[in-house]
């Protein structure tokens, strides 16, 4: 907490943290041991790449006010680079080792970030969708006209985690933990950076530019400062995301895979750093198993699109919060809640707040 | 609060702490304020009043530079700031509230005054979060000591009542060193208890600040005012004591019936 | 435009310049060196015509884009969606009846009243909520681009001009020299350029209409300042309903122009939106004007860009948009905000 004045004994964070999540973090740490390698692999290593790019673009809207639909982009640029200064099934790779293109892969991914935030934030708030979209529809169709340096159409195929220690990181169980690790430094990171003088002066921005000016602030740096830190958390994720699918395209940023970004982020819900990984896994079960679903309706297993849209659309409508607004508006009546036999009201506020 | 250099730079700078001369503010052929002359010394408590369109806010809105003047100067304790942008002037050590409160509506109120305090210090971006006793998170939780909202430290400036959160806007007004401060309209909205808590906050505070205080609400502006200017159209109509002020005739005949603008 | 040259006059003679640069090489015609170093004038003509005309196209679409942004603070992302479903429709009718022309009223009426239903029963009730008003646009541009690929499926639709405009029509710009010396004139669509010519009709019709009538100033006085227009009584819902589904109708009746002289198929809709997207942000937010100048300029890099340097042609719009981000935010006509 940035501000806690009491002179006696303070919980360390490890004391703050809420029970609820070291039983959450258990069952993910043991995972391998009772799940199969399709879960493993096609549903968490997905709900946890996902996950990180919709946190950069809920670490953006939510902290920041601004929703940004670059953060796939800034993705799949990274996954990009990996493939060209990397190795790959195509002759365009550079064959760079993994200590340089890594590193340079998330640098430029980055920077990529930090320059649309850029042209992004000198206008207002509602622009940043537009704009954003607009620059992230550019970059896919370049992509794909582009054979000089992103192969166009076809992209980079072959695109391999390296074989760091022995492991074959593409594997289910090492992939997996892989991308776990990653999700919850990146969770953390942002929770952390949520409460620094930064994060708070952002959430200021965020809610009243005209008196952080007064106040002394640059409203302009500390925007552009938060697209740079959601664009590293986003370019790690794309990359991640690459491996997965051993390809990179075109199609890995289109229009489609844009929007269910902030889909994710928004189902999940933007006021909170768990929410986006919650709209992940939403979103993966319902890509992974509405296929049969709707089969078993007598509709195309490709009508998942439309289930989507229309969970969207519930979902803005009755609780713009997301899921995590439903969570919180269950947990509020129940905490004032009336005893059934008694009348009594009963307060039984609490619980742990990442 | 003990801010001991604000207090040395309050009685070393001789003269006054806010000295307007001539100052005219022409909106197209309307003007709203003419040639307004006042001086105001350091320390010293100024209530500027006047009915609605006598041209406060336009006044105030020139000495913080939301306004550059069409005629006139501005010196801040002693320094010719007319040409000043508004963040060189807050660097000087001059505040501000506001009349509807700009508030961080996101953020707990210990957060608003802590953002308050590192905002006038020097601003460097921090990605790392203040160790326990952290300079300015003490004086953050003074600050609001000060302003009698410690007991709503953490709640969230939305879960305020509409006076807590005035009180918030004056402390976001004492963070830094302030010199000087002005109040638009602070009293505004609040219940008559309100007021009390308002008057006793604003009687309180340390000596070498000097303000200046806009207010409709007569009683509220005569309790902490030791000196009274009142506005008319735009121009200077009458200075005094508040006993004199209340006293006065033709005061009592533009605002009959009292404070209520 | 008196205003423009007086304060801005280096801009001011740099553009006249420019102007006469682009008349002088359309309707002269090209010494042979420039024909070596250029390329065929014919091929230029072809460019700069097909991209006034693909411009004339984006106009039709982002006008009704920038008036429902402009006056209700809502970005419709479904737009493009409205586009296509118009021209997937002006398909059906124009297949059913034999009628190209019927097509457009049925159209405009039929998506006009989506568009009013839309605002009517959901944003409306949103009012205010300017992102959560996109985001249903967003989720409604989902759900519609699904709808629509299960009904008309993923191939492509082109929409037969009638025999009166089929054909190409001979314009009196000069597009080279014949075996026989005689100037040879250009022959260009003849849909291509009734479609122009719709649209400068529109066009100068909605300016009008904005400028001169009373509806319309009450548009742009919200477009100005909302909270305003709102405060003065108003009935400001039904200038909300009246544009939404203005919007909404020009857009369907877009698609049919798009269908005949490019086509449908998924994948438009995006393709529609991103360019109504890009041309309000070059010309300006609700500004018809800065929607005609951001279409024009648009259409033109568009064509050119294929024709003269085809792998960067994207980059030649992308860069066109970053550079008015950059250094006029607010779009070449734009209000400053």
Redesign the interface.
């Known amino acids: 907490m940035a501000i806690e004045a009491r002179p006696t004994a303070e919980k360390s964070w490890i004391e703050q943290v809420a029970p609820g999540w070291w039983a959450v973090g258990l069952i993910l740490l043991a995972m391998p041991a009772f799940a199969g390698d399709f879960v493993l692999f096609q549903v968490f290593g997905w709900t946890f790449v996902l996950g990180m790019i919709a946190l950069s673009l809920m670490f953006l809207a939510g902290y920041g006010g601004m929703v940004s639909l670059i953060q796939m982009t800034v993705g799949a640029l990274g996954g990009y680079m990996v493939a060209i200064l990397g190795t790959s099934g195509t002759a365009l790779s550079l064959g760079l080792p993994w200590w340089l293109y890594i590193p340079a892969a998330i640098l430029i991914a980055s920077l990529f970030g930090t320059l649309v935030g850029a042209l992004a934030v000198r206008t207002e708030g509602i622009y940043t969708i537009m704009i954003t979209l607009a620059i992230a529809s550019a970059f896919f169709y370049f992509t794909r006209q582009n054979y000089g340096i992103f192969n166009g159409y076809s992209g980079f195929n072959l695109v391999v985690p390296p074989q760091l220690f022995g492991i074959d990181w593409r594997q289910p169980v090492p992939f997996y933990y892989l991308t776990l690790v990653c999700a919850a430094l990146s969770y953390a990171a942002v929770v952390y950076v949520a409460r620094t003088p930064f994060g708070l002066a952002l959430q200021g921005v965020r809610d009243n530019p005209r008196r952080m000016a007064a106040l002394g602030f640059s409203v302009t740096a500390h925007r552009v400062a938060a697209y740079t830190f959601a664009s590293v958390i986003a370019a790690v994720g794309g990359i991640l995301l690459v491996w997965q699918n051993a390809q990179v395209s075109p199609g890995t940023a289109g229009i489609p895979q844009v929007i269910d970004i902030l889909v994710i982020a928004v189902v999940g819900g933007l006021k909170r750093p768990i929410g986006p990984f919650i709209g992940a896994l939403i979103y993966v079960l319902l890509r992974v198993f509405s296929p049969d679903v709707l089969l078993a309706f007598g509709l195309s297993g490709e009508r998942f699109k439309l289930l989507i849209g229309m969970g969207f659309l519930l979902i803005v409508f009755f609780s713009p919060d997301g899921v995590l607004g439903l969570w919180e508006k269950w947990r509020a009546r129940r905490a004032h809640a009336v005893d059934p036999l008694s009348g009594a009201v009963r307060d039984t506020a609490g619980g742990g707040r990442p | 609060m003990t801010d001991t250099s604000a207090e040395r730079l309050g009685s070393v700078s001789s003269g006054n702490a806010l000295e307007l001369r001539g100052v005219t503010k022409m909106f197209g052929a309307l003007a709203a304020i003419s040639d307004v002359t006042l001086s105001v010394r350091p320390g010293e408590r100024r209530a500027v009043l006047g009915s609605n369109g006598a041209g406060k806010t336009t006044l105030f809105n020139c000495v913080t530079g939301d306004f550059l003047p069409t005629s006139g100067t501005i010196r801040l304790f002693g320094e010719d700031v007319t040409s000043f942008p508004a963040h060189e002037r807050i660097r000087r050590g001059l505040r501000r509230t506001y009349q509807i409160s700009l508030l961080f509506g996101g953020l707990s109120v210990a957060d608003n005054v802590y953002l308050a305090c590192r905002g006038v210090s020097r601003n460097r971006f921090s990605f790392i979060r203040p160790r326990r006793g952290d300079v300015l998170v003490t004086r953050a939780l003074e600050l609001i000591e000060a302003v009698h909202l410690t007991s709503s430290r953490d709640a969230m400036v939305s879960d305020l009542s509409y006076g807590q959160q005035r009180q918030l806007e004056i402390a976001l007004a004492l963070a830094g060193a302030p010199r000087f401060i002005l109040f638009d309209e602070p009293a505004a909205g609040l219940s008559p208890t309100e007021r009390g808590e308002l008057v006793a906050i604003l009687t309180n505070l340390p000596s070498h600040i000097g303000f200046v205080i806009i207010e409709h609400d007569m009683d509220v502006a005569l309790r902490v005012a030791e000196s009274v200017t009142m506005m008319h159209n735009g121009r200077i109509f009458k200075e005094g004591t508040p006993a004199e002020i209340e006293d006065d005739a033709e005061v009592q005949e533009l605002y009959l019936g009292g404070g209520h603008g | 435009m008196k205003r423009f040259t007086t304060h801005h006059p280096v801009w001011s003679v740099i553009i006249a310049i420019v102007v006469a640069v682009i008349l002088w090489l359309i309707f002269a015609p090209w010494p042979a060196g420039l024909e070596e170093t250029f390329g065929r004038k014919r091929i230029f003509l072809n460019a700069v015509f097909g991209g006034i005309t693909l411009g004339a196209l984006y106009f039709l679409v982002a006008a009704g884009f920038t008036l429902i942004f402009g006056l209700m603070?809502n970005?419709n992302?479904a737009h493009g969606s409205l586009y296509l479903l118009g021209g997937y429709l002006g398909f059906e009718i124009s297949d059913a009846t034999g009628s190209w022309l019927l097509a457009f009223p049925v159209v405009f009426i039929v998506v006009a009243a989506l568009g009013l239903l839309l605002q009517h029963q959901v944003f409306r009730r949103m009012d205010g909520?300017?992102?959560?008003q996109?985001?249903?646009t967003?989720?409604?541009?989902?759900?519609l681009?699904?709808?629509m690929?299960?009904i008309w499926g993923g191939q492509s639709y082109t929409i037969l001009a009638p025999d009166w405009l089929s054909g190409p029509v001979e314009l009196p710009v000069v597009s080279g020299v014949g075996k026989d010396g005689q100037p040879a004139w250009l022959r260009f669509p003849a849909v291509r350029i009734a479609i122009l010519v719709a649209a400068i009709v529109i066009g100068v019709a909605m300016w009008l209409v904005l400028n001169r009538s009373r509806l319309g100033m009450l548009i742009r006085a919200g477009v100005d300042d909302r909270e305003m227009l709102t405060a003065s009584g108003v009935r400001i819902q039904y200038v909300f309903l009246a544009v939404f589904a203005f919007g909404a109708g020009l857009a369907g009746v877009g698609g049919i122009v798009g269908g005949t002289f490019q086509s449908l198929s998924p994948g438009e809709d995006?393709r529609f939106l991103?360019a109504s997207?890009?041309v309000?942000?070059v010309g300006g937010?609700g500004s018809i004007p800065g929607a005609a100048l951001g279409a024009l300029i648009i259409g033109l890099a568009e064509q050119l860009g294929l024709v003269y340097a085809?792998?960067?042609?994207?980059?030649f719009?992308?860069l066109i948009?970053?550079l008015v981000?950059?250094f006029r935010?607010?779009g070449l006509l734009g209000q400053g905000?």
């Open positions: 603070r970005v992302l909520q300017d992102l959560r996109t985001l249903v967003i989720g409604l541009s989902v759900v681009a699904d709808i690929l299960w995006t991103l997207l890009v309000v942000i937010m085809p792998t960067y042609s994207v980059v719009t992308f948009m970053a981000l950059a935010p607010q905000r």
